[in-house]
């Protein structure tokens, strides 16, 4: 049921934004304060994310495969790799290292 | 997927983003008088894009059915929802053991940029008010994206409603393989499958590090992420770490206060 109650959240929340772009006349979200805010909140929370889901365990902070896995997309990243191959070496490396037992 | 369009979609102009795009094309200019871009072309950047993307769906539906989703709530989310960093979000922090409320909020923040591509699309694609509730739902990265490359308003019609048709036929579909593929495989973990959802975050927010502020909003909201996870509930560290952006801004107005201030005294 909770499950239930974010994905409703989520799918309402997120509908509106969308359609909150389309609706405001122009010019009322433009002050640069406002833009610049809006440019730099999905930074801060990708960049959160990307550390919990690599790191985090429950409530700890632990070093596993997954790290492996994030350091061999970021080297696709740099090295300019489509998006599937970054989550394929990622994905591939992260059950190589598992698989070596570590 | 912001890092996708960089190689393979119309946006790709050296190392610039979608913001940027948006930024530098205010106010859309419209040039319905020029030579127009043949509606082919126009076709095949938006099928590129929404191929390439639409594909990922993939990773989506294995992630969200790792995470403990039933294959209908995964669907029910790339359906309903349809932007991909918030639906990954979601699924983290509530595999996370968050309640509805942090997780959904969570996801909520990162989908508040699709209000800001809606409000560049609403001017450049002049959508007929009767249309907009149904357009609304397709406002997101990789139409934007492909909308603003565009030459004239025609054209960024034709690429917004191609891509968006693309990608959400795909997404979907490829959600639905996914989800049932990870029901199938069982231990999604010991397939290095936990590690999609983190790798897709990386990429999204790579091509995002431009300057020394955005290194530097990450570089915290990653040091708050971590340092409030043993002391605060599931799904109310990301919240705390989006702070990160008020803060950096905060300090930048500060530092360009003190400065204006010593260049004052020094006349």
Known sequence: MNVWIAIGLTAVGCYLVKLLGLLVPAGTLERPLVQRLATLLPVALLAALTAQQTFGAGDAVVLDARAAGLAAAAVALVLRAPFLVVVGAAVAVTAGVRALGW | ?267
């Open chain 2, 1 to 267: 997927m912001l890092a996708l369009l960089k190689r393979t979609g119309p946006g790709r102009r050296g190392r610039r983003t979608i913001a940027d795009v948006a930024e530098q094309t205010a106010p859309p200019v419209i040039r319905d008088g020029t030579p127009a871009k043949p509606d082919a072309a126009v076709v095949r950047d938006a099928l590129g894009v929404g191929v390439a993307v639409g594909l990922s769906g993939f990773a989506f539906g294995v992630t969200s059915a790792g995470s403990g989703l039933s294959v209908l709530q995964t669907c029910v989310l790339s359906l309903l929802v349809f932007t991909g960093a918030s639906q990954f979000a979601l699924v983290g922090a509530l595999a996370a053991g968050g309640n509805p409320f942090t997780a959904a909020a969570g996801a909520f923040f990162l989908g508040t940029r699709n209000a800001f591509y809606g409000l560049r699309l609403s001017q450049l694609l002049a959508v007929p008010k009767a249309v907009r509730p149904v357009a609304a739902h397709w406002v997101i990265d990789e139409t934007t994206a492909v909308a603003l490359a565009q030459p004239s308003r025609r054209a960024a019609r034709i690429g917004f409603t191609v891509t968006g048709l693309t990608l959400y036929v795909l997404w979907n579909a490829t959600t639905l393989l996914g989800a049932l593929g990870a029901e199938a495989i069982g231990d999604t973990a010991a397939w290095g499958l936990d590690a999609a959802g983190p790798a897709v975050f990386l990429a999204l927010l790579a091509p995002m590090l431009k300057s020394a502020t955005e290194r530097a909003t990450a570089g915290i909201a990653v040091l708050l992420g971590l340092g409030l996870l043993p002391v605060l509930p599931a799904g109310v560290p990301v919240l705390a770490a989006a702070l990160a952006a008020p803060a950096v801004l905060w300090a930048q107005g500060r530092r360009a206060a003190a400065t204006a201030g010593r260049e004052r005294d020094s006349r």
